[in-house]
């Protein structure tokens, strides 16, 4: 066996940085390993998301973090899913919410028997049957609760923070755990001749740091990933030809709404995410359809509140290394690849490959099934979510610029093309062991974007069509009292986690 890793160096800060240091020191304390986080503050970050998925709140349990104390710490909001406006035609809005859709009946899932009365014209939208929507448009929020006979059972959250705050709690959690922090740019990496494992980073001409497990977390650059183990980058642009983003903070409009924002433009699509102390506001679109002083004009024009800063502009390809594991050396986050925010999975990403790698972390050294694994888990996992990100633009009847006609017309990969025939033609969504989005995020994106189920489930007829909507009608009569029960978002967020104003 390969000698114990007992040094691990990170390379990068920022938000993929940190949360792999804040995970591996608290994982790995028992084993007294060694971390070594090298940044530089010359080299800004991208400041990856401000919206996040509920997954996040337990890999913050699970790492050692107080909810309420992080949330006060990055300004956070509560989220309880993400409205969709303007996507399948202009005019149409949905909310893909972070919870279930009604009940299941007589063995038939609930969109089977939402879509038999909905094309009987018996019950209204699917949104009105669940519970984090009605709670999101109310602008209204409670704590789950563990009775699973109880309605408020049926959701989750996630949090709308600030990137760099999280980035900077993070660190000093790190610290307090004896994180080494490192200021300095790499300017050579060694590598052993016969493993090609990398032996060492060197910073300027007369300093190294040595590892025995490398994580490259520089980003877009991918110092190590690529630029030591030339792992090569997969290009989705083919589906996703979004490649540039602005964005801009404004001040804080009217109450705080639990859900992030994305409303389709002329060439991509606009985001806005509340915290407690601004608004963060930005545009993604694809350059070959738009140039960037339309792109920023048309986002000043959607702005509710006040500009705090000037615009900051990104440029991205969308796709994955397919190998994000290459011999002593992981990529977390953008080095391993970049989907666009449009379903706040950026974070997810960087979470899920350092959960992998904790799940994976060798005895020895890097064992080649546990790269394999590892490289299998990563490579589906983006597949899934581009397929997802697809689903959005191709299922569409906008034709009212070039962008959207390109998008709805487009070859789609034979996975996603699969899910959309099996839905549009019997109501199913294919399930599958590996992947972040369920059901619920399926249904209603399909739905959404207007792919209503032509047939459904039989076993959906075994209750009659009037008692069955009477069912829905009290499910509907429920969700709504329950909801105008709750406080206000910014209620809950007063009494839960405060933030200082001045942060």
Not at 3 to 24: C, S
Not at 81 to 94: K, N, P, V
Not at 489 to 503: I, M, T
Request: charged letters at 25%; hydrophobic letters at 40%; proline letters at 5%.
């Amino acid at each position: 066996m390969a000698p114990r890793i007992e040094r691990i160096v990170i390379l990068g800060g920022g938000t993929a940085g940190w949360m792999t240091a804040a995970a591996l020191s608290h994982v790995l304390a028992p084993r007294r390993v060694a971390i070594t986080l090298i940044e530089s503050e010359e080299i800004g970050t991208v400041g990856v998301g401000e919206a996040t998925l509920p997954h996040i709140r337990f890999f913050n349990q699970r790492i050692g973090l107080d909810e309420r104390e992080l949330m006060a710490a990055t300004q956070a909001t509560m989220k309880l899913g993400i409205q969709f406006t303007d996507w399948a035609r202009r005019g149409d809005a949905y909310i893909h919410p972070f919870g279930d859709y009604g009940q299941p009946a007589a063995g038939a899932e609930f969109q089977h028997l939402w879509a038999r009365l909905y094309q009987s014209g018996k019950v209204s939208r699917i949104c009105d049957y669940s519970l984090p929507i009605i709670m999101a448009e109310q602008g209204r929020f409670g704590f789950p609760a563990a009775d699973e006979a109880d309605v408020m059972s049926s959701f989750s959250y996630a949090y709308q923070f600030d990137a760099g705050l999280y980035a900077r709690y993070l660190r000093r959690v790190c610290e307090d755990r004896r994180v080494t922090r490192v200021e300095g740019k790499v300017s050579r990496v060694s590598q052993d001749p016969t493993s090609g494992h990398v032996t060492a980073l060197h910073l300027g001409e007369d300093r190294e740091v040595s590892g025995d497990l490398y994580i490259d977390c520089s980003g877009f650059r991918a110092l190590l990933i690529e630029g030591a183990m030339g792992s090569p980058y997969e290009d989705w642009s083919r589906w996703l030809p979004c490649d540039r983003a602005i964005a801009i903070p404004t001040e804080n409009t009217g109450p705080l709404m639990p859900f992030t924002r994305a409303s389709a433009k002329t060439a991509g699509w606009c985001w806005r995410i509340p915290l407690q102390h601004r608004t963060g506001n930005g545009h993604v679109y694809a350059s070959a359809f738009l140039d960037d002083q339309a792109a920023e004009d048309e986002l000043m024009a959607a702005l509710a509140g006040k500009a705090l800063r000037q615009p900051n502009r990104l440029r991205f390809r969308a796709g994955q290394r397919r190998t994000q594991w290459a011999s002593n050396v992981v990529a977390i986050g953008l080095s391993g690849g970049f989907l666009e925010p449009l379903e706040s999975t950026s974070i997810h990403l960087i979470q899920q490959g350092i959960t992998t790698l904790m799940e994976l972390f060798p005895d020895g050294g890097p064992d080649p099934a546990d790269i394999a694994e590892f490289n299998r888990v990563m490579s589906l996992e983006y597949d899934r979510v581009r397929d997802f990100l697809i689903l959005h633009y191709h299922a569409t009847e906008r034709d009212d610029s070039e962008f959207w006609n390109h998008v709805r017309t487009m070859d789609v990969p034979g996975s996603l093309d699969e899910k959309l025939t099996l839905f549009r033609e019997r109501g199913l969504v294919m399930k599958y062991r590996d992947g972040l989005f369920l059901n619920p995020s399926w249904i209603s994106v399909f739905i959404g974007q207007r792919v209503i189920p032509r047939q459904w489930d039989p076993r959906a007829e075994a209750v009659p069509a009037d008692q069955a909507a009477a069912t829905l009608a009290r499910l509907k009569r429920h969700i709504a009292e329950t909801v105008e029960r709750l406080p206000s978002h910014e209620s809950a967020l007063a009494a839960y986690c405060p933030a200082k104003a001045d942060a």
